[in-house]
């Protein structure tokens, strides 16, 4: 636990939060600004603070997952589909430095827009260059 993170805040119950899921290693909550006017837009978290994907032990990993796929499961009941966000890093949205997965019930005509990316092109030979320097980082 990280003393000034705010998640950790909430898993300690330092802050009030509307649970709707814990087991040892995972905590699941009522996000308090839902993405879209119907709420149960849930927050799911490790117990143990991680601020990346990259840094979660497996086994942390394995039981977030599980979470994850338990909370999902019930939210596509609630809503008519489910969007399963989870950013790394400030540059991709991550404003809180503690590892979470938004889940997002979806409505029709429910007013929440993703951000659309347009499709770019790759120049002669890049894909490739591009493949080979990922592949080469992988450990």
Request: with cysteine; charged share 25%; hydrophobic share 40%.
């Amino acid at each position: 636990m990280v003393v000034d993170c705010i998640f950790c805040k909430i898993i300690k119950g330092e802050i009030p939060c509307t649970k709707i899921y814990e087991d040892s290693k995972t905590f699941a909550f009522l996000d308090i600004g839902p993405a879209t006017p119907r709420g149960g837009h849930i927050l799911v978290i490790p117990k143990n603070h991680y601020e990346l994907i990259t840094d979660l032990k497996d086994s942390d990993l394995i039981a977030l997952t599980k979470t994850v796929k338990k909370i999902s499961e019930a939210l596509l009941q609630y809503g008519e589909g489910l969007n399963i966000i989870q950013n790394n890093k400030k540059v991709a949205g991550q404003f809180v430095p503690h590892l979470h997965f938004h889940l997002i019930p979806r409505f029709e005509n429910d007013g929440f827009i993703i951000d659309r990316w347009s499709s770019n092109k790759y120049k002669e030979g890049e894909i490739d260059k591009i493949a080979g320097k990922i592949k080469s980082l992988l450990k």
